[in-house]
């Protein structure tokens, strides 16, 4: 009986099995499907907010948050992972008093989870590559005053500086006031706070110069 019963099982199984596959490779395919339609390049509705969008420039989807393209400008065969955040300003609509906020050059690559979070002035030369979850803002929150929430406080804004060919680590910060030169290594959780000088490397918190290069 049980032999029987074993035996029964197997057809009933095997159809579980293929309908569990096929289903897989439905939801991958779909998932491919809509990495390709999502992602957002200079031709497509959303591309066009952007006060510039570059040739052969992608954002993958998904994206996290991008608001007030409008100042933001971005050069030609440069790639943004996904869960990228790209915003100017605190709220969507809000009207800057530079355009543009954030600049970021020709073939240059983020990490997945990275942002750019800019109010002033945020530059990003060519050839720059970022590792994952990098962060970059040129605001910081205030906590001088001990009867405001610091959520409620902030600093002036200070523009942020990225040089020519530079690598940032994963999980690296840039903070406001930072200028990084060119061919400049930021090494992995790095935060970054003030001026670091070309062709060197650079590690710590805050991020001090470990080696001259050339």
């Given at each position: 009986m049980l032999e029987r019963d074993a035996v029964a099982r197997t057809p009933v199984r095997r159809l579980l099995t293929g309908l569990k596959r096929a289903a897989g490779e439905g939801v991958l395919r779909g998932w491919d499907l809509a990495?390709?339609?999502?992602?957002?390049?200079?031709?497509?509705?959303?591309?066009?907010?952007?006060?510039r969008f570059g040739r052969?420039?992608?954002?993958?989807?998904?994206p996290?948050?991008?608001?007030?393209?409008?100042?933001?400008?971005i050069g030609d065969g440069t790639l943004?992972?996904?869960?990228?955040?790209?915003?100017?300003?605190?709220?969507?609509?809000?009207e800057m008093v530079t355009d543009p906020v954030i600049s970021v050059g020709d073939r240059c690559l983020f990490g997945k989870g990275s942002g750019i979070v800019g109010h002033l002035e945020i530059r990003v030369g060519n050839d720059v590559w970022t590792g994952h979850h990098v962060y970059i803002t040129d605001q910081n929150h205030g906590y001088e005053?001990?009867?405001l929430p610091?959520?409620?406080q902030v600093m002036p804004e200070r523009p942020v500086s990225i040089g020519d060919g530079s690598w940032l680590?994963?999980?690296?910060?840039?903070?406001?006031?930072?200028?990084?030169g060119k061919h400049v290594v930021v090494a992995a959780?790095?935060?970054v706070t003030g001026v670091l000088p070309d062709n060197c490397v650079a590690a710590g918190v805050p991020a001090r110069v470990i080696k001259q290069l050339g």
């Open positions: 990495i390709e339609l999502g992602a957002i390049g200079p031709d497509t509705r959303r591309g066009k907010r952007f006060g052969n420039s992608v954002i993958c989807f998904p996290n948050t991008l608001f007030n393209e409008e100042y933001i400008h943004f992972g996904p869960q990228i955040t790209l915003s100017a300003g605190m709220i969507p609509g809000q005053d001990l009867d610091i959520s409620k680590g994963h999980g690296s910060v840039v903070l406001p006031g930072a200028r990084i959780n790095s935060v």
